[in-house]
């Protein structure tokens, strides 16, 4: 006889724990039985909790047997006490209710105790001892949900599993899954008497106090005068314990680990259920174990064996056992969360019902394996090896999780327990004596600690390995072992232990979930300032299109650091300003590294963000790469530092594999000029010469005092003898360009060409030449060039060299055209800090270079000085004491809108009167340039054949590219092979806010290719009026 229209409800330890536990699955069974029509079976576990039941029922027989009669006399009196604890709180029960049910569990502790005197006499338990004792829990919490649910007007009946259940301890499959094969033919006539007699008594309820059903006592059977006001449902609904059974002899059993999910899903079986939901404490089947991925989220639906593929990888889901009988009779099952009953849950089912979107269905972990490699040239063509492997590991009953052979056949590697690594180890070498000696096989390698990184599917995509070994492959995380299951279920990838959490999160994220990329910024000032603007502002964007989010981990200055804890915490984008003045923990670079390693096995990609200007942080970068940390470079020390410098960042970046080093920004600020030569190489064409105004506050200057007019009004002043409007002077030029920002905090450094040596320097290496400083021919302009290089000739220079700000910039200049590489602390601190946020504060003269310089003792090495920070630049849509940069720029005169700064405490640290010798010279030159029709550029060439480097003043026709330029732009000429005649150019304005935009441009290839995701915009074509019309007039006249 079979019987149909059941569901089964089955709630674990932690969803019974508590009284409130307990009134919470009343709840839910009520509003399940409401919502459906169909009869309920409920199958209960023992309480959970800390600690549970059945922990401390399975204690007192260790206890027992070790005659520790203390701590067993204190396991019954909790176990006691957290049941009567429960009986008092649950109110709805009446008192005769509850004195039945304590009278029960304190009958049910004393025979516990008389039974383990015998234990405590023989000091031993046999497995049926401990069978019995720890089967209890499950019948005092049956019997405690059944008087709750009566008491609330439900037909609930109590039934104890051991009357129902039979197991065959001596069946086929009793070796296999250690606990006796379930005697379904037995099982199913005792399910189909007891629901016989339920009828019986439902039909005729003076039969109830008969004693019909076993085990079951009249207190436990439901009366239709229990609670029911007027009428009451005929079928009588079940509370059923689960995890115990008995033999075929009718003693006591249990069905081992999972036996409560086993149990519901034996019954949902034996009543032919149409449905089993199992409750517990997570909201169903998760994609990854959450505690590893945050990102983890409950699938909506698995199939049978998916469930089954992620249960036996480790995953918080039903034991492969369990799903069994529910896969014998076609039943679908669901997980759902006690505490969350509105939630979904997780369906599993059948391959043929599935309807999930993704094919992945989730990822999961085995940790503490061990990977023995057995390999050697005498294995190749052997038949036997792999059976010889396997059959001593049998021997030993030592489960092999994971076989991988090479396909020459001279290694295998083989994953197993770690804690059986010793015994494993010990029965191969016994079994391979033979071959070791004989040198066939070199040697039997063990690898350890490892964990196994499993993706499951119903049936794996072609392109589901490449993206799995890609996303490891990506974060730079090596292998042990690899395998993939025949069925197409399974790819699996055995790994270092310290790599699992990460490799975890890789692979989640290229299938299942956005990624994120940890972000670690140094140099937290005006660059990195507006780099984390930027990132906030793109956060939809960076989703929607790389599927990734940027997470900042650390924030570093000179002083201080703040990072973020290691859990995969993150700062907070609104207030970074303030949690950077607050941090306490000093800069220190090795710490930096032990933290973002320690962030590594929470987010698998790191990124360093180089926004600084100092040497000690470039000299970090080959660490960071060595790290494999991905970096990206907005610092031009590392391009144009010492070359050994240079070459160390070369080799480590090569070594990196796919880590990325990205340093666009160092050059050309938001504009592609190392790109674009990149491209040009790539593309098999060859650089013969570059040329460049590679300055934006020279290229701004010239534009203004040298303008492409200038040499035909000069012309026109001349023949008709009037006068032209005057141009603005040098001196007034340069501290428009200070005003706007564009200058140094140093303006010598502009000024000098030091500042466009350093980019042409990195230009140049990055052309493959083995530059250094002291090999570019690089001139100041007039006037500047004779108080920096020549010796005081005439009173006036003389007098001039000798102020402050000259001498000190003096000294500095020669130890840098000198290759100076002595990069002093106290040089790099003479200025405002260069990795300080920056403040109203950092707006500073810059103080005497003297005591740095005497220390540096004129020692000459290989190697660049360029010492100044970039100052807080300002954007043309800023502000600046009340004045846009664009008011300042078109004041009636430049004179009046630098004097518009006049006060501020950020005048121009150049003296007016040497100014006004370095004007005098340079309005000369311009004179002459005018005079032959031409203007002046400050232009730099690279002819990488010679190897010659040059950067100077230079005449230009007025319809020159660089005498076109106007502002503060860049221009850069590639004259190739493939564009002799006419030059392949990138020009462009560059403001600091533009190589801030650089920095977040390279930022984002790097997040494109951690995330292994690019969804470009679609492209939406529109139509204007004006292609209406067009059209319609097309029509009409066809």
């Given amino acids: 006889m079979m019987f ?12 019974v724990a508590d009284a409130k536990c307990l009134e919470n699955v009343k709840e839910i069974i009520e509003t399940n039985l409401m919502a459906s029509n169909r009869r309920i079976a409920v199958v209960v576990s023992a309480m959970g909790g800390k600690p549970k039941v059945t922990d401390m029922l399975l204690n007192t027989v260790k206890a027992a047997a070790s005659r520790d009669d203390t701590q067993l006399n204190e396991l019954l009196e909790a176990v006691r006490v957290k049941h009567m604890n429960a009986l008092n709180e649950l109110e709805s029960l009446c008192d005769d209710d509850r004195t039945t049910i304590s009278k029960q569990i304190e009958s049910d502790i004393l025979d516990i105790k008389n039974l383990l005197r015998a234990v405590s006499v023989m000091r031993s338990a ?6 019995l004792v720890s089967g209890y829990g499950e019948t005092w919490s049956a019997r405690i949900l059944t008087k709750l649910l009566q008491s609330a007007g439900h037909n609930y009946v109590y039934v104890d599993a ?11 499959n009793h070796r296999a899954n250690r606990c006796g094969a379930i005697a379904w033919e037995e099982s199913q006539a005792l399910m189909n008497a007891r629901l016989e007699e339920l009828a019986v008594i439902c039909k005729n309820p003076k039969l109830e106090n008969k004693n019909i059903i076993r085990r079951q006592t009249s207190n436990d059977s439901w009366s239709p005068n229990s609670g029911l006001n007027g009428g009451y449902n005929e079928e009588t609904q079940l509370v059923i314990t689960g995890y115990i059974a008995s033999t075929m002899d009718g003693a006591p059993t249990t069905l081992k680990r999972d036996g409560s999910d086993y149990s519901a899903s034996i019954f949902g079986k034996l009543l032919n259920a149409s449905e089993v939901h199992i409750w517990t404490d997570v909201d169903g089947v998760l994609s990854a174990d959450p505690r590893r991925v945050p990102e983890a989220f409950s699938l909506e639906e698995v199939t049978y064996e998916e469930a089954m593929e992620l249960a036996y990888f480790g995953a918080k889901v039903l034991h492969p056992k369990t799903m069994t009988p529910a896969i014998d009779a076609g039943i679908p099952l669901f997980i759902r969360n006690t505490f969350n009953p509105d939630g979904r849950g997780t369906r599993i089912g059948p391959s043929a019902e599935l309807a999930r979107k993704t094919m992945m269905a989730g990822f999961t972990t085995v940790d503490n394996v061990a990977v023995i490699n057995v390999c050697g040239t ?58 070791l000696r004989g040198g066939e096989i070199a040697d039997i390698e063990i690898v350890t600690p490892c964990a196994i990184i499993a993706a499951v599917a119903q049936s794996l995509s072609n392109e589901a390995p490449g993206r799995f070994y890609d996303a490891l492959g990506r974060c730079g995380i090596p292998l042990v072992a690899a395998a993939q299951g025949c069925d197409e279920r399974n790819l699996s990838a055995v790994v270092h232990a310290r790599d699992a959490r990460r490799a975890l999160r890789a692979v989640h994220s290229a299938f299942l979930s956005h990624n994120v990329v940890a972000l670690a910024l140094v140099g937290a000032g005006f660059i990195g300032g507006h780099l984390i ?15 990734v989010k940027i997470r ?40 930096l590294v032990e933290h973002l390693e320690a962030y590594r096995a929470w987010v698998p990609d790191v990124v360093v963000v180089d926004a600084s200007y100092s040497l000690a942080v470039a000299e970090q970068h080959a660490i960071w790469l060595r790290h494999k940390f991905h970096v990206v470079n907005a610092n031009s020390r590392a391009l144009a530092g010492p070359l050994d410098l240079f070459e160390q960042i070369l080799l480590a970046r090569d070594a990196a594999g796919p880590i990325m080093y990205c340093s666009e920004s160092c050059v050309g600020g938001g504009l592609p000029v190392i790109d674009t030569l990149r491209n040009l190489v790539l593309g098999g064409d060859i650089v013969q010469h570059v040329e460049c105004v590679i300055s934006a506050s020279m290229s701004f200057i010239f534009s203004l005092i040298s303008p492409p007019s200038a040499p035909e009004a000069h012309a026109a002043k001349i023949k008709n003898n009037t006068k032209s409007e005057p141009l603005p002077s040098f001196k007034d030029a340069v501290k428009t360009a200070w005003v706007m920002g564009l200058l140094e905090n140093e303006p010598f450094l502009d ?14 290496r990055e052309l493959g030449l083995a530059l250094q400083p002291q090999h570019i021919v690089s001139e100041p302009i007039d006037g500047l060039r004779d108080l920096l290089e020549h010796d005081a000739a005439e009173e006036e220079r003389s007098n001039l060299i000798e102020s402050k700000h000259v001498r000190n910039f003096r000294q500095q200049y020669q130890l840098w055209r000198g290759g100076c590489r002595t990069m002093l602390s106290e040089l790099e601190r003479s200025n405002s800090d260069s990795l300080h946020a920056e403040s109203d504060a950092d707006w500073v003269l810059p103080v005497s270079h003297e005591r740095a310089i005497a220390i540096a003792g004129g020692a000459i090495e290989n190697g660049s000085v360029q010492h100044q920070p970039r100052i807080n630049k300002i954007t043309p849509g800023s502000r600046l004491f009340g004045w846009s940069a664009v008011e300042l720029y078109n004041a009636e005169s430049l004179e009046e809108g630098y004097s518009r700064t006049e006060g501020s405490g950020r005048a121009l640290p ?7 010798y370095i004007d005098k010279a340079i309005m000369q030159r311009i004179k002459i340039a005018h005079s032959h029709g031409k203007v002046l550029r400050y232009v730099g060439r690279i002819n990488v054949a010679t190897g010659d480097v040059k950067l100077g003043l230079e005449e230009v026709e007025p319809n020159h590219a660089f005498a076109q330029l106007t502002g503060p732009e860049l221009c850069v000429r590639f004259f190739t092979e493939r564009y002799r005649a006419i030059p392949l150019t990138v020009n462009g304005p560059l403001f600091a806010a533009g190589m801030a935009s650089g920095v977040f441009s390279e930022l984002l290839r790097v997040v494109r290719h951690c995330s292994g995701h690019d969804r470009p915009y679609h492209l939406q074509l529109r139509r204007t009026r004006s292609m209406s019309r067009l059209n319609e007039i097309a029509s009409l006249s066809a």
């Fill in 533 to 547: 603007d930027a990132i906030a502002e793109a956060e939809r964007m960076l989703l929607a299109r790389f599927n």
């Fill in 910 to 916: 150049i003296d007016n009167d040497v100014l006004d």
């Fill in 126 to 131: 046999t497995p049926q001892i401990a069978e």
């Fill in 751 to 764: 000024l000098s060409g030091q500042d466009a040596a350093t980019k042409l320097l990195a230009l140049g």
């Fill in 4 to 15: 149909s229209n059941w569901l089964v409800h089955k709630f674990g330890g932690t969803s």
């Fill in 552 to 591: 900042i981990c650390a924030l570093v200055n000179s002083d201080v650091m703040a990072l973020a804890a290691t859990d995969g915490d993150f700062i907070d984008l609104r207030n970074w300003r303030d949690l950077l003045k607050k941090a306490t923990t000093e800069s220190d670079f090795d710490g």
């Fill in 162 to 172: 051991r009357d129902i259940l039979r197991v065959d301890e001596n069946g086929a």
């Fill in 378 to 435: 005498g294995m190749l063509g052997v038949p036997g090896v792999v059976f010889t492997a396997a059959g001593a590991l049998r021997s030993a009953e030592i489960s092999v999780r994971l076989i991988a052979q090479s396909s020459s056949e001279m290694s295998i590697a083989l994953a197993i327990d770690a804690d059986r690594i010793d015994e494993a180890r010990t029965v191969l070498l016994s079994a391979y004596d033979k071959e």
